[in-house]
């Protein structure tokens, strides 16, 4: 395999081959790809290409010869070899977004944040993994469910107050700006959990019974602290 970062034409290459008629439109998109790999290179256990393979090609996995589907794990591969190569260097890493409007005025990071989301879920239930750290590893992966609008959609179902729309828009364009970190800061968190260190917090931690810091007013037991967020 090709040992080199990828370069502009390849992810290029990369993102006309996820089109491509082999992968019957059952190939997820590059965004969705980055922020999978970006989970599972984060994550507490590895995860097998065998286990994501599948996911991130769909049907196109059923013709492994095929020359274009070889070209394209080849590509993934090195994809995730420079994903996590930056993350281990604490570089960040650039998110790809696809424009949600004509004009370009707005990015799809819901489709990113989902995608990141499933990614973790992939190597089993983080919110376990993470033991006596699920309460920070909740305030971590929070602003990706406010991204996502998991966050919302949970609130309003349960009839509580959600946030001002001009105080959503700016916490929302915040995370954006901000997600490149974010993702850095989850890569940390568990790069000290496997290197047997401790998760430094710059605010103090919210208990179990304690309003939830993301404002929504419920228990942080209920919401960004629930289990169910991740499974």
């Known amino acids: 395999m090709n040992p080199n ?30 922020a999978i790999l970006c989970a599972i290179v984060s994550g507490p256990v590895p ?21 274009l589907v070889v070209e394209t ?9 420079d994903i ?24 799809d990071y819901a489709a990113w944040a989902d995608s990141y989301i499933f990614g973790a879920g ?6 376990e993994m993470a033991g006596k750290h699920a309460d920070d590893l909740s305030e971590l992966l929070e602003p990706l469910f406010m991204l996502n609008g998991m966050l919302k959609e949970d609130v309003e179902k349960s ?16 995370i954006q700006d901000n997600l490149p970190v974010i993702v850095q800061t989850l890569y940390n968190f568990w790069r000290n959990k496997r290197e047997g260190g401790t998760f430094k917090r710059e605010e103090p931690k919210s208990g179990r019974n304690d309003p939830c810091p993301c404002g929504s007013g419920r228990k942080f037991k209920q919401c960004c602290g629930s289990p169910e967020k991740l499974n």
């Open 159 to 174: 009839g509580e107050r959600w946030f001002a729309p001009a105080e959503e828009v700016r916490l929302v364009a915040d």
């Open 5 to 34: 970062s990828l370069s502009e034409s390849d992810l290029d290459r990369l993102e006309q081959l996820l089109e491509a008629d082999v992968f019957q439109d059952d190939a997820m998109r590059l965004d969705e790809v980055q």
């Open 73 to 81: 794990i080849e590509l993934l591969m090195r994809l995730n070899n």
């Open 84 to 107: 996590a190569a930056a993350l281990l260097a604490d570089e960040t890493v650039a998110p790809v977004l696809y424009p949600l409007d004509e004009n370009g005025e707005e990015y």
């Open 122 to 127: 992939m190597a089993g239930d983080w919110y």
């Open 47 to 67: 995860v097998s290409p065998a286990v994501w393979l599948p996911e991130v090609l769909g049907k196109g996995m059923d013709d492994a010869n095929d020359p």
